[in-house]
Structures are given as C-alpha cells and as structure tokens.
Nanobody, 116 residues
Framework: QVQVVESGGGLVQAGGSLRLSCAVS????????MGWYRQAPGKQRELVAT???????NYADFVKGRFTISRDNARNTVYLQMNSLKPEDTGGYYC??????????WGQGTQVTVSS
C-alpha cells in the first residue's frame, strides 16, 4: 500500500510565498514521475508541475518563473516552492506519484489561499 501526504498549505497575501511538501511512503518499487496539480472551486483539476526521477521538470505556463518543483529521491519527497503568489493561485493542491509505468497514487490535498 502506498500513502501520499501533502503539507505546507495555508493562507498568504498576494506576493507572498509558500512551500508545499509531499511525502510518499509504503511498499513500492520506484517512483518515476511526481507532480503537483491544483483545483479551484468549480473548476477542473489542472497540472501545475511535474518532475521525473532523473530531475527533468515540466511546468504549466501560468506558474513558469514563479514556482519551482524539486525532489529528494532518498526521502521519496517532492516539494513545490511557490513565490509571487496571486489570488488566482488559490485552490486545493494535490500531489500525484507514479509508481512503475501505470500505477498512480494521489494525496488528499492541501489548501492554498491567497488573499488580495
């Protein structure tokens, strides 16, 4: 069984920063890709950023230059450093871990609220 737990969300003013963490535990072989997704009220979940086990990253256009994804393979943990936050960044932030080729595990999410 695999557990995915996010932390680090909260309330911040526009222009501020937050750092999200996502730790994966349990029994698994190799975590290939890890990623952050977000979902605002009434909207579909969307990709924010992903990172492979080798460190290759991919970002949504709306966070490029503001957010940075990083990963600690030894700790099975992925981070999302969010700077210059905007009110439109508000939403639930979810971590996804891809084990092997097809197995995907999601966390319960952490709430980020950016006030104007």
């Amino acid at each position: 069984q695999v557990q995915v737990v996010e932390s680090g969300g909260g309330l911040v003013q526009a222009g501020g920063s937050l750092r999200l963490s996502c730790a994966v535990s349990g029994s698994f072989s190799t975590i290939n890709r890890m990623g952050w997704y977000r979902q605002a009220p009434g909207k579909q979940r969307e990709l924010v950023a992903t990172i492979t086990s080798g460190g290759s990253t991919n970002y949504a256009d709306f966070v490029k230059g503001r957010f940075t994804i990083s990963r600690d393979n030894a700790r099975n943990t992925v981070y999302l450093q969010m700077n210059s936050l905007k009110p439109e960044d508000t939403g639930g932030y979810y971590c996804k871990a891809t084990v092997g080729v097809f197995l995907e595990y999601w966390g319960q999410g952490t709430q980020v609220t950016v006030s104007s």
